[in-house]
Protein backbone atom coordinates (compact mmCIF):
# COMPACT_ATOMS: atom_id res chain seq x y z
CA UNK A 1 0.00 0.00 0.00
CA UNK A 2 1.18 3.20 -0.73
CA UNK A 3 -0.18 5.36 1.89
CA UNK A 4 3.32 5.12 3.89
CA UNK A 5 2.55 3.09 6.66
CA UNK A 6 3.56 -0.49 8.37
CA UNK A 7 1.15 -3.57 8.59
CA UNK A 8 1.51 -6.16 10.06
CA UNK A 9 -0.18 -9.43 8.01
CA UNK A 10 -0.90 -12.97 8.64
CA UNK A 11 -2.19 -15.57 7.13
CA UNK A 12 -1.21 -17.13 3.20
CA UNK A 13 -1.28 -15.45 -0.06
CA UNK A 14 -4.63 -15.75 -0.37
CA UNK A 15 -6.36 -15.35 2.71
CA UNK A 16 -4.45 -12.98 4.58
CA UNK A 17 -5.33 -10.38 7.57
CA UNK A 18 -3.41 -6.92 7.12
CA UNK A 19 -3.45 -4.56 10.29
CA UNK A 20 -2.37 -0.98 10.05
CA UNK A 21 0.14 0.39 13.07
CA UNK A 22 -2.94 2.93 13.07
CA UNK A 23 -4.99 0.39 14.58
CA UNK A 24 -2.54 -0.79 16.89
CA UNK A 25 -1.82 2.65 17.93
CA UNK A 26 -5.37 3.76 18.31
CA UNK A 27 -5.81 0.42 20.53
CA UNK A 28 -3.44 1.25 23.03
CA UNK A 29 -4.70 5.21 23.12
CA UNK A 30 -8.14 4.16 24.36
CA UNK A 31 -6.41 1.44 26.55
CA UNK A 32 -3.76 3.70 28.31
CA UNK A 33 -6.64 6.50 28.93
CA UNK A 34 -9.31 4.31 29.90
CA UNK A 35 -6.59 3.45 33.02
CA UNK A 36 -7.26 5.20 36.19
CA UNK A 37 -4.28 7.48 36.92
CA UNK A 38 -3.84 8.71 33.32
CA UNK A 39 -4.40 12.42 32.92
CA UNK A 40 -3.97 12.52 29.30
CA UNK A 41 -1.48 11.52 26.24
CA UNK A 42 0.52 13.86 24.79
CA UNK A 43 2.77 13.91 21.73
CA UNK A 44 5.39 15.92 20.14
CA UNK A 45 5.08 19.27 18.09
CA UNK A 46 4.27 17.63 14.89
CA UNK A 47 1.54 15.96 16.28
CA UNK A 48 0.34 19.18 18.00
CA UNK A 49 0.72 20.86 14.45
CA UNK A 50 -1.25 18.86 12.11
CA UNK A 51 -4.41 18.51 14.69
CA UNK A 52 -4.18 22.63 14.63
CA UNK A 53 -4.80 21.91 10.60
CA UNK A 54 -7.46 19.50 11.30
CA UNK A 55 -6.18 16.32 11.18
CA UNK A 56 -6.85 14.69 14.61
CA UNK A 57 -5.52 11.42 15.75
CA UNK A 58 -6.82 8.91 17.86
CA UNK A 59 -3.73 7.33 18.20
CA UNK A 60 -1.73 10.59 19.90
CA UNK A 61 1.19 9.79 21.88
CA UNK A 62 1.36 6.30 20.64
CA UNK A 63 3.77 4.70 18.46
CA UNK A 64 4.12 1.10 17.44
CA UNK A 65 7.01 -0.57 15.86
CA UNK A 66 6.40 -4.02 14.13
CA UNK A 67 9.29 -6.48 15.10
CA UNK A 68 8.06 -9.84 13.11
CA UNK A 69 4.88 -11.17 14.90
CA UNK A 70 6.05 -8.70 17.68
CA UNK A 71 4.70 -5.37 18.62
CA UNK A 72 6.58 -2.57 20.16
CA UNK A 73 4.01 0.23 21.73
CA UNK A 74 5.78 3.47 23.34
CA UNK A 75 2.98 5.65 24.94
CA UNK A 76 4.23 9.03 26.32
CA UNK A 77 1.40 10.18 28.92
CA UNK A 78 0.63 12.63 31.40
CA UNK A 79 0.00 11.39 35.03
CA UNK A 80 -2.99 12.51 37.09
CA UNK A 81 -1.61 14.42 40.66
CA UNK A 82 -2.39 12.32 43.41
CA UNK A 83 -1.30 8.96 41.57
CA UNK A 84 1.55 6.53 42.32
CA UNK A 85 3.28 7.37 39.11
CA UNK A 86 4.66 3.96 38.96
CA UNK A 87 1.84 1.96 39.67
CA UNK A 88 -0.40 4.14 37.48
CA UNK A 89 2.83 3.24 34.72
CA UNK A 90 2.42 -0.68 35.39
CA UNK A 91 -1.58 -0.39 35.16
CA UNK A 92 -1.07 0.94 31.25
CA UNK A 93 1.37 -1.53 30.36
CA UNK A 94 -0.86 -3.88 31.28
CA UNK A 95 -3.96 -2.77 29.58
CA UNK A 96 -2.13 -1.81 26.52
CA UNK A 97 -0.32 -5.09 26.34
CA UNK A 98 -4.39 -7.08 27.11
CA UNK A 99 -6.26 -4.86 24.65
CA UNK A 100 -3.73 -5.56 21.32
CA UNK A 101 -3.80 -8.89 22.53
CA UNK A 102 -6.82 -9.35 23.14
CA UNK A 103 -8.34 -7.41 19.75
CA UNK A 104 -5.45 -8.19 17.23
CA UNK A 105 -3.88 -11.37 18.66
CA UNK A 106 -0.54 -9.78 18.50
CA UNK A 107 1.95 -10.02 21.13
CA UNK A 108 4.24 -7.05 22.43
CA UNK A 109 7.66 -7.18 22.91
CA UNK A 110 7.37 -4.35 24.96
CA UNK A 111 5.08 -1.59 25.97
CA UNK A 112 7.21 1.41 26.97
CA UNK A 113 5.75 4.22 29.13
CA UNK A 114 6.93 7.79 28.78
CA UNK A 115 5.58 10.20 31.97
CA UNK A 116 6.22 13.72 30.75
CA UNK A 117 4.68 15.31 33.30
CA UNK A 118 1.78 15.61 35.82
CA UNK A 119 -2.33 16.52 35.14
CA UNK A 120 -3.63 19.32 37.58
CA UNK A 121 -7.02 18.60 35.71
CA UNK A 122 -9.89 15.76 35.87
CA UNK A 123 -9.69 13.84 32.43
CA UNK A 124 -12.61 13.84 30.10
CA UNK A 125 -14.25 10.69 29.87
CA UNK A 126 -16.00 9.19 27.27
CA UNK A 127 -19.87 8.44 27.87
CA UNK A 128 -21.25 5.21 26.65
CA UNK A 129 -24.70 5.75 28.34
CA UNK A 130 -27.59 4.95 25.92
CA UNK A 131 -30.19 7.71 26.33
Given at each position: M?????Y??????????????????????I????????????S????????????????????????????????????????????????????????????????????????????????????????
Amino acid sequence: MADGKEYWTSGSEQDSVRISEDVIASIAAIAASETEGVGNLYSGIGTNVAEFLGKKSLAKGVKVVFHGDLVEVEVSMLAQYGYDICEVSKKVQEAVRSSILSMTGMRTSAVNINVGGVSFETPTAVSTEVQ
